[in-house]
C-alpha cells in the first residue's frame, strides 16, 4: 500500500458544528503533515506530526485540533469553524528525517470542505 | 519559512516548449519538487531534483537546477492542451521539519 487514503472527500458543515476529517497510510512512515489549500494558492502547512508527537504549528487557530492516536493516522477536528476555513484539506506523510527518500512524501487526495 | 517564488502565469501554443521558472532562498534544501494540479483536484508529483544534481530528465520532462543562483525550472516539450494546469514548486529541507515549502504556482495555459 503507497498510499495516502483521506476520508471524507467532501465535507460540508454549519459553523457550529464540530466534524473530523481523517487520513491513514501503511507505508510506515513516521512523519504525518496537515496542510490547508484555498483556491488557485499553494498548500499553506498547518501542523507536523513526527513519530507521533506534534512538532509544528503553523500558528493555526484553536478551532482545528490536530490528533495522531497511532502510526498510521492523523486526525483534524473541526469545531467552530468560519466560512473563510472553507478550502482543500490535504494529509501528507513521509520518512521523518530520511530527505533523501523523496519517494517517502506522498499526498493524499485530499478533503473538500465547505463551511455554511 | 523561506520564501519559493515563481510567474504566475504562462500561455503557450500547443506543440511549443514551456518553460516555468521558479527561486528559491533556503540554502538547506535538499529535495526541490515540481507537482502539477488540475482544477478541484489534488497535487501530482511530475518530477523531483536533488540539490547536488544540476539536470534531470525525464520523458517530456526536464529540470535545471542553479544552485548558485538558487533557481529552478521545468521544460516541458511537445506542450500538449492536457498539460494546462497549476505548476508548483516546492523544496524540502530539514529547516521546515522537512515539511514541503510551495511556491504560489504557475497557471499555465496551453492553447490549440
Known amino acids: 500500500d503507497t498510499e495516502v487514503t483521506q476520508t471524507p472527500k467532501h465535507l460540508v458543515m454549519g459553523m457550529t458544528n464540530k466534524k473530523s476529517l481523517k487520513c491513514e497510510q501503511h507505508?510506515?512512515?513516521?512523519?504525518m503533515y496537515w496542510y490547508k489549500q484555498k483556491a488557485k494558492k499553494p498548500p499553506e502547512l498547518m501542523f507536523v506530526?513526527?513519530?507521533?508527537?506534534?512538532?509544528i504549528n503553523e500558528s493555526v487557530p484553536s478551532r482545528f485540533s490536530p490528533e495522531c492516536p497511532n502510526s498510521s493516522l492523523l486526525n483534524l477536528h473541526l469545531h467552530a469553524l468560519q466560512p473563510e476555513d472553507s478550502a482543500l484539506y490535504l494529509c501528507?506523510?513521509?520518512?521523518?528525517?530520511?530527505?533523501?527518500?523523496?519517494?517517502?512524501?506522498?499526498f493524499g487526495s485530499g478533503t473538500r470542505l465547505t463551511v455554511v | 519559512g523561506e520564501d519559493v517564488e515563481q510567474s504566475l502565469f504562462l500561455s503557450v501554443r500547443e506543440g511549443d516548449s514551456s518553460v516555468i521558472n521558479c527561486t528559491y532562498t533556503?540554502?538547506?534544501?535538499?529535495?526541490l519538487y515540481w507537482y502539477k494540479q488540475e482544477p478541484g483536484a489534488g497535487l501530482q508529483l511530475l518530477t523531483y531534483?536533488?540539490?547536488?544534481?544540476d539536470m534531470k530528465q525525464d520523458q517530456r520532462l526536464t529540470v535545471l537546477l542553479n544552485k548558485k543562483d538558487k533557481h529552478l525550472s521545468l521544460r516541458i516539450a511537445d506542450t500538449q492542451t492536457g498539460d494546462s494546469a497549476i505548476y508548483f514548486c516546492?523544496?524540502?529541507?530539514?529547516?521546515?521539519?522537512?515539511?514541503?515549502?510551495f511556491g504560489k504556482g504557475t497557471s499555465l495555459l496551453v492553447t490549440p
Open positions: 501528507a506523510s513521509s520518512q521523518e528525517g530520511h530527505v533523501l527518500e523523496v519517494y517517502g512524501y506522498t
Open positions: 507505508m510506515g512512515h513516521r512523519a
Open positions: 506530526y513526527s513519530y507521533e508527537k506534534l512538532s
Open positions: 533556503d540554502s538547506s534544501s535538499t529535495y
Open positions: 531534483i536533488f540539490s547536488n544534481m
Open positions: 516546492a523544496e524540502r529541507s530539514s529547516n521546515s521539519g522537512y515539511a514541503l515549502n
